[in-house]
Every structure is written in structure tokens, then in C-alpha cells.
């Protein structure tokens, strides 16, 4: 490609409405062109990344035998109200009525559609497995757009199902996505982490999340650097201890804090660790009936260390907790006789069900609220002071120290960007909508589901922001719009120049190499900083004055400064510092 | 690819719903699954051929210096109501409102969203010309979406848009593209016309369709044998006749013609040729006041020869008439005293403005209404009998035998379908967005603008109303599913089918050929209906028997029957009867 084929378009400054520095840097190079909140031109130089990213993934969804389709856009509401997502979804589900005033979607995702085909098209255990996918067009109304292609509304998203006979195919159909999704990541050149999820409403067991490991990522991802474990916060375990609880050495005090009702106020005012004291957290659950009205209400006690926090999943999961809510302040007053801040698990004035963590259980000598403003009460013992708990479990994220779940090492954490996500589905969806195949006994079977997505305009946002300096983005050869940049310095006024220019170029596009000669005549400065902002990863630049000397210079993105090269060396050094 | 690992679902019989026979096919052959009306899913084989469309369309527009980016397919409303088109458009124009009841609609076309990037991308004639364009899917809600992928409400299109300084430039960027048109048109394989078109409302003065020829196309295509003149039915202009009016030669003679209203029935009655009546049409235009209410009607009544047809566009074009409705009874009978089927321009009770077309404009000795139930007049000749004719016009569709108009032959008609459409736009868009750019007189310039489009999932169904036989589809090779399909029959049982299959396999992918293997183990007979529905050009059969004999089966799928050829041959043979 040349330049002046092409559409280059950079801006100094970036758009008021970015905060994000992929997003920057995704404006002001060109790539991308607001058109509404959360939707996005993608300009010339943003599309080549696109269908890079799509071509991979491509060809790798193909090479694990998915077969790709394309569902439509707009899609009629009676599917989604079949699984009563509709209904379910909320305002994030953009919903269109037609001109007979029939309502429609605009997709999110595709799992009624897909299994709508399947349940007409998958007659007989012999179809199976099948695993279809699309490269496709999405939108969800999201409250609040922000981030460029991060969070936009309208997106590319690479979504696949797979369809199988029983639990241990669809397993083995999960894992050859998973592997097919870590060929798809390695091969876009980011550092990434593959980390076990939640698997959250939907339901299943397997599900991992695909993160681009970036400094900004809004996720928390759990890994340990001794062994190969790497969970997301949600679902990343915090073992039990494994020492015995302490002997209680302190009497049980009441002691005056005033004003101080966190754990870190307490702590500094009695000059002792944030680990000897408790937070009480306070939970409600509701029983409703049929016709949505609540007929009873159990509130709830959770203990934390004080410098713990809380996993709102894995409360979730605690028995009897599914579906809790904060309690109120009138609730709260109710049970402790006394307003949060001071609140502890002694003096109740009415019970209600304590749910310890685990490294509450083990503690000796702790220190919790009185149950009555400005006092808290230091030297609390287990058994002594209270009864043992009768419920303990695994309450809180877990934090870098922590032992591995593995056994092999102690958790790090660090921050991602979630870009992929397989998923075993179980059969949700074949239940919901009554899909089913002929098995090898003649008789109907519910398909057991996987779905698999990768967010391909999400993707490129994610490389930026693990991949760029002061001067703009650094893409990796994989992603790049344009893997190598020729410019030449004063083509116009040199003959010399220009033939080498057009010589190099001709050779590299022989070679197969994605190049693009930069004949817009600019000045060298602003050729330059086009290039940096724009990221391109090999750049050759072209003078009048090297030239005589027999050389050309060479700079990788990544260089401090460029190197000369013989004319005759350099397609060999350009091919040489690729990666393919 | 091998039939196994990909996914084929042919049916025995067409959906009940299906008219025509490329809707019938490609539901039958499984390259698309109706989803809803107008809404289908493009399955594996279908998308295999829209994918080689659009590669066809991309290089094309590449090659034609035309550069790819990607509209939102969901576009906020402001643009369009810049245009006026929110407004403007109808029910067609599917409208959306978001969580917060902002409008949106789904992309029907993106002029107003290329315009409004051009106004802020383009800013000096320097960057001009600039020609954009994207392969993108879209949404036009028809009243009554029918024949499958022809008429159906989501499509995929690829619409370009060329801006630039001035008219000749623009018409340049329009010759550009149309040359663009017919290379992308020669590579489909298909016969097709370029033919002038109409720019009807929309402005400008250039504009071709491509039509693909098929005896079941909506469009009348108009053609010189003789010459390279074509063009739709709305633009053919009828020349005028050369010859002089013939004398008057009958006495004006008032006959019976009771119950015959129609000029057929009159001509029959009376024994003579159709093309010596003429056909009354009344019509009427309005003038509204600024509130839009009729402040004054003109009544018209055109004249056509019997034997013709009122061209709708033509009518349109005669000063005075744009905007013309058919006049009501009440206007009829207000100025003619009689109700239609008896009508005539002799002896009007009222006078009104009378427009002749052409060819009648020289009749002698012809009959007419005679503005009385169940009366004809014969015998009316111009001057004698009423005032020469003060308007005449070009009225009427050409019919075969018409002269051309590039007086190179005479007319023929056939049927197409249209695919593609390239228009000079002029400033249309750009005055009603104000969307400018600095001339090198330093002072801003509207954009003239052109607009390109290509149905890319029409085509398929054009291609197959063009190409089919009893059987199914016969695919031209460079938008055929697959190129080659091999055929083992026995597989299972014959290592040495399996074998020469695998080879040939191997032999013909390396060769860069598109061919699927059928592993499936259907009997031969199920096998090849299979892919003579689905219509791949070239079937390689491979047998135990003829394989002892060292040859295989090869069938174009036009060949009436298989010929052997050498196991040693069979790749030239292929490859020698591919259509690159």
C-alpha cells in the first residue's frame, strides 16, 4: 500500500471524552471515529487491525473444526422469548419494533438463534460434535459507554457454540476450544493469561477468561509464579489455614474509640495490627411468594479480618445466601441494638446466623464493635467469649501472599483485560428451548452447549494499552496495520531516493510482507511522529545522504534509536526482527 | 475441506413460503435458514459463496484506489434528520430508540454518515479525490419481503462513496468506479448489462445499473443488438418517428361500442389493428400553500397509442407534471361528462392540458373515446377534427422493434435483476449537511459526490435465477461454495478409493484449489443429488472398478454426462476446465 492510497488521519490531541489511553491513542491515530456514545467509525488504518484479528482467529476456529455462519443482526423477539431473556435482559438488550409493530433485537450475543438451528438441524447423535461460529456484529445498550472499543455499545464479537451428546463430549469439545483460544492468543503477540472464572448464572462448571495482562485492566487476575495456576478474584480460592488457632493470653475488654467505627481507625488508635481485628458485615435474605411478595426475612452476620475484603461470589455461594442483599439500617438496629461501625458478634439482641471466613476462625486475642457506639471490645476468644462459629467458608478475595489453591507457591495478583471467555453451558439453553437430537438408543437427548466469545474490537484496545509508550502505540507484527513503514526523506527532490524507496518496497511486498511506502511528501518530523502514534512495529527510513554511504536505517518501535543498514542487508534485517 | 468436518443439510423439498427458484434452491441446497420474514441466517455453504463475493468486491475496489473502513450498522438519528431522511424515509427506515429514548435507525445506506466523515476528515482539495467504502450489513424494512435473499430485509451491501472538488473530477471518480463495476461483473462469471438508469430523485446525471440477465428478473432491460446500447425500461427513450404523418383518408364517424372500454376490445370490435387506437389517460397535478393544503388542481389528459404503455418517470419529466397523481372520477367526469373507458379529447366539457406522445403525435385515421358511454370516434385526424397537438412528449415504455436511440439498430428487451448501481450524487449530501472542503482558492466548496453499491447477498440469488436446472444450482467456479467436489463411492470399504480420494485431495488443495472432499459415506446416488443441488461446477467420482481400470469420473456440472479420465490426468483435467 502506499500513503497516498491510503487514508492517514492523526491528531495531536486527544478527545475530551477519552480516558483511557487506548482509547487516545486509538483516536488520535486514526484508527477509530466517534459517531455516538459507545459507537465507532472504524476508520482505514483501525479496520486492517480488525480483520487481522479476525483472520486469526479465523483461521484457528477453523483449524479446531468449528464451521463458521452468520446470524442476523436484527433478530425476532420470539426466540428470546422463548428463554425468557426478553424479559430477563434489561435495557442492555436493545429492542427494535418493526413497522407491523412486531418487536425484534439487535443481537448480544447469538445462543437462542444457535440453538434454534441446532434443535432443526442436528437430527442424530451422528451430527455431533458440531461447534458453529460467526464473526459478527453486536450491540448492547450499555448504561454507560466509555473506554472507546472497551466498553463500546456497538462491537465485533467472535462468538461460537458447540453442540455435543453427553457432558464428557462437550467437555472435550471445551477443551479443544481452550486450546484453540490459547493458539488464537499466542498468535496475536500479547501477554495474556488464561484464568478459571465463576461460572456465574448461566450455570456449567468449566469457564475460563482469556486476559491481555495490562497495568490498566479493570480486572484483578490471581496467578501464581511458582506453578501455572491462574484464576480470576471472583473464583480464585483462599485455603483455610493450615495452623492451629492461638491460646487466648488477653482478658475481654470494652474499650472506648470514639468516632473510630472502621477497622483502620481502631487499629491505629490502639497501635495494633489491621489482622487482630474483625469486620462485621451485615446480609439479609429474602423468601418471596409466588406472587413476588416477601414473606420472610433472615438477616444475616459475616466476619472478615480487617484487612480483608469481601467476595460478593463467593457469599453468594454460602448456603442460604444466594440472592443477598445489604441489610438496612432499620434491620441492623433491630438485631445489635446499635448503628454500623461499632457492630460485633457479642451482645446480640436478637440472634441471627453468624457466617465466619476462615481466617476469622483461627483467630485468638481479636478485637470487634461492642454493639455500642464509640466502644469496641479487644481480647475476643472463640469458645471463651463466644461460641464456636457453626458456619465457616471462604468469604474473601484473596491477596498476594496468600498460598496458591494448587499447593505450589504463594498468589500474586496483577490486572487484565478480559478478551476471550469459553464456557461449558451445560444444557441451559437446550432445556429452555426444548432442543434436542436423536441419541445412539433411539431416544431424544437434550444437547449439552459450550459457548466460546472473543471480543474482536475489544482486542485491539487491549494490545494498546499493554503496548504503548510516550510517542504512541507499538503493535505487535501480528495485529499491526501495517507491519512494515518505508519512509523516504525528500523523494520529491531525489531520484536516488525514490528508486530505492520503490525498489525496497517492491521487494517486501514480494516477500509477502504487509508494507506501506509513506509517499505523502511529509516533513521528516511529522512522517516520524505519524508512524510512532500510529505503532507500526519496522520502520526503514530512506535519505539522500545515507544513501551515498550505501546504507538505509533501520528502527524497530521498540529501539532507542535507528541503525544502519547496507541497502543490500536490509530486507534480511526487516525479515529478521519480524515475528511471524 | 472435507464434507465431515463442515456442515451440509440439503432438503428434499422448497419452503412453502418460497416463489421463485433461487429462494426455493438455496433453502434447499442449505446456504441459507429463514429466520424471520426477510431475516435469514447465511449457514456455512451459503456464507462460503457471500464470502467469495465480497473478496471479488474488495480487491476491485482496492485495485480502483477505492479505501475500506466500516460504518455503525446502529446510527444515531441526528445525521438523518440533517438529511431530512429520518423524516423522509417512510416505514422502510427501521428506527430504534435506546435506554435513554434517544433515536437511532439501522443503516438502510451511510451517506449522511460518510458525508458527516468527509466534512470533518477532508479538508483541502489536496486530500481529494477520496473514494470510501465498506461491506456492511443493512436493514430496509419492506412492506412485503419476499424471494428469499432477493427481496429481504437484512442484506449485506457494500456501498462506496466518492467525494470530489468539482464536477468533472466527480464524473471521473463515477467513470472510475463504473470500470471497477465491470471488472468485478466479468469475474462473477455472470452475463450481465450495464444499462443507463434513470437518477430519479435523488439528482445527478450519471448512473448505470448492473443488471444480471435472467428470465425471471423484475427488470426490463432495454438493448441494441447492433450496438452497445442498453438501459433500464424507465430511461430507453422512444425516438421520435422519422416518417411524416400519413393524410386523413376516413370521415370523423361517431360507431357503437357498447361494453368495449379498452382500446383491445375496440380494436377487435371493429376489426382493425390496435396501433390504430388511442388510449385517453387523465391525470392531475397540485398546487399546496406553505400549510400543504391545495390551493389550485391542473387536469392533464395524455395520449398513447393503444398498443403502448405509459412510462410512470417519462410522465414525470414533462414540464408541469412532476409530482402528477391519476385524476379522481369526480375530475374525469367534471371535465369529460363521461366515466373512463369512453374517453377521448374531442368534446370536452372542460378544457385541460393535453400531452401526446410521440408516436401519436402522427397517427392519421385513428379512433378515440368519444367522450359518451359505450361510443368510440374513428376517423379523428390532427387539425382536422382538433388543434395540433401543442405538447408532445416521449410518453411511453420503448417495445421491441423500437429504433435505438443511438440509431444503431433496433431494440430487444429482456429481463434482469438488478445487483449494482453507480450514481454521480453531486452536492445533494454535502449542501444538506454543509459538508465542505478548502479549494485551491483558499474558499470553501461543497463536495460533489458519487455512490457505488453492490448487493452482495443479492447476487447469489441473482446468479442462481440466472444459472439452475432441474437439479439445482450450477455455480459459475468463481463464487461456487467450492470449486471441486470429490466423490469416493465405498470409501470405507476400498483403501485404495480411499487412497487415490485422499490424493487427489492433496493434490488439488496444494494446486490452491477450493475442494471438498464428501467423506460423509452417503450412497452414491444421495451423494450426487447433494451436489448437484448445491451446485458445484466440478465433480471428480472415484470408484473401486474404474479406479482397477486407473481412471476416475469427471462431470462438469453442465456436462450432460461423466467422461474417464487417467488417475494420472485428472488434475490437469480439472484445472483445464476452470473458469479463474
Known amino acids: 500500500m502506499k500513503a497516498s492510497q491510503f487514508f492517514i488521519s492523526t491528531l495531536k490531541e486527544a478527545p475530551a471524552d477519552a480516558e483511557v489511553v487506548s482509547h487516545k491513542l486509538m483516536t488520535r491515530a486514526g484508527l477509530i471515529k466517534k459517531l455516538g456514545a459507545g459507537i465507532y ?73 444457535i440453538t434454534d438451528i441446532a434443535r432443526q438441524e442436528l437430527k442424530s447423535y451422528k451430527q455431533l460434535p458440531k461447534n458453529f461460529y460467526q464473526i459478527q456484529t453486536k450491540f448492547r445498550d450499555e448504561r454507560r459507554p466509555r473506554f472507546g472499543l472497551m466498553r463500546g455499545r456497538e462491537f465485533i464479537m467472535k462468538d461460537a457454540y458447540s453442540f455435543d451428546r453427553d457432558q464428557a463430549a462437550a467437555k472435550a469439545s471445551y477443551q479443544v476450544m481452550a486450546a484453540a483460544y490459547r493458539r488464537i492468543f499466542d498468535r496475536f503477540g500479547l501477554t495474556y493469561r488464561a484464568v478459571a472464572a465463576d461460572s456465574g448464572a448461566i450455570g ?76 462485621s458485615l451485615v446480609l439479609a ?31 453468594g455461594k454460602v448456603p442460604g445466601l444466594a440472592g443477598f442483599r445489604f441489610a438496612t439500617l432499620g434491620e441492623i438496629e433491630n438485631h445489635f441494638g446499635c448503628k454500623p461501625g461499632y457492630l460485633g458478634p457479642i ?99 437434550f444437547f449439552e452447549m459450550g459457548c466460546y466469545g472473543i471480543g474482536v474490537t475489544r482486542l485491539p484496545a487491549a494490545a494498546i494499552e499493554q503496548n504503548h509508550d510516550e510517542r504512541g502505540i507499538i503493535w505487535p507484527d501480528a495485529i499491526a496495520p501495517f507491519t512494515v513503514v518505508i519512509c523516504p526523506v525528500g523523494m520529491d527532490r531525489s531520484d536516488a531516493v525514490k528508486a530505492a524507496a520503490e525498489k525496497l518496497y517492491a521487494d517486501l511486498l514480494a516477500a509477502g510482507v504487509d508494507v506501506i511506502l509513506d509517499d505523502r511528501g511529509e516533513r521528516p518530523g511529522a512522517m516520524f511522529a505519524d508512524w510512532e502514534l500510529i505503532g507500526v512495529p519496522h520502520r526503514v527510513t530512506i535519505g539522500d545522504k545515507s544513501l551515498k554511504e550505501g546504507v538505509v536505517e533501520y528502527q524497530h518501535r521498540r529501539d532507542a534509536a535507528a541503525t544502519k543498514v547496507a541497502v543490500a542487508d536490509i530486507l534480511a534485517r526487516v525479515k529478521g526482527r519480524m515475528v511471524v
Request: charged fraction near 25%.
Open 41 to 113: 467509525n472504524y476508520m482505514p488504518m483501525g479496520l486492517r487491525v480488525i480483520r487481522k484479528v479476525e483472520a486469526i482467529v479465523r483461521e484457528e476456529m477453523n483449524r479446531a473444526g468449528a464451521v463458521e455462519l452468520t446470524m442476523p443482526v436484527v433478530q425476532p423477539a420470539e426466540l428470546w422469548q422463548e428463554t425468557g431473556r426478553f424479559e430477563k435482559m434489561g435495557p442492555e438488550l436493545l429492542r427494535i419494533q418493526d413497522r407491523h409493530g412486531r418487536d425484534f433485537v439487535v443481537q448480544p450475543t447469538s445462543e437462542e438463534v
Open 347 to 445: 451482645g446480640l439482641k436478637k440472634p441471627l446466623k453468624i457466617v465466619v471466613d476462615r481466617e476469622v476462625a483461627v483467630m485468638a486475642d481479636w478485637i470487634c464493635g461492642a454493639n455500642e457506639v464509640d466502644f469496641h471490645i479487644t481480647g475476643v476468644n472463640w469458645g471463651r467469649d463466644l461460641p464456636e462459629p457453626d458456619m465457616v467458608a471462604d468469604l474473601r478475595n484473596v491477596v498476594a501472599g496468600d498460598r496458591s489453591p494448587d499447593g505450589r507457591g504463594e498468589l500474586a495478583i496483577e490486572r487484565g483485560i478480559e478478551v476471550g471467555h469459553v464456557f461449558y453451558l451445560g444444557t441451559k439453553y437446550s432445556k429452555g428451548m426444548n432442543a434436542t437430537f436423536l441419541g445412539d438408543d433411539g431416544k431424544p437427548a
Open 285 to 315: 435474605t429474602d423468601e418471596t411468594n409466588e406472587a413476588g411478595e416477601i414473606v420472610k426475612t433472615q438477616v444475616w452476620l459475616l466476619l472478615l479480618r480487617g484487612d480483608h475484603d469481601m467476595n460478593e461470589i463467593k457469599v
Open 204 to 279: 456449567g462448571d468449566l469457564s475460563e477468561e482469556f486476559q491481555v495482562i495490562a497495568a490498566t485492566g479493570e480486572d484483578a487476575i490471581v496467578y501464581c509464579p511458582q506453578s501455572d495456576y491462574a484464576a480470576n478474584m471472583e473464583k480464585a480460592e483462599a485455603l483455610a489455614p493450615t495452623g492451629p488457632r492461638g491460646a487466648a493470653t488477653q482478658a475481654l475488654t470494652k474499650t472506648a474509640t470514639p468516632g473510630k467505627s472502621t477497622c483502620a481507625d481502631v487499629a491505629a488508635l490502639l497501635a495494633v495490627p489491621l489482622n487482630t481485628t474483625v469486620k
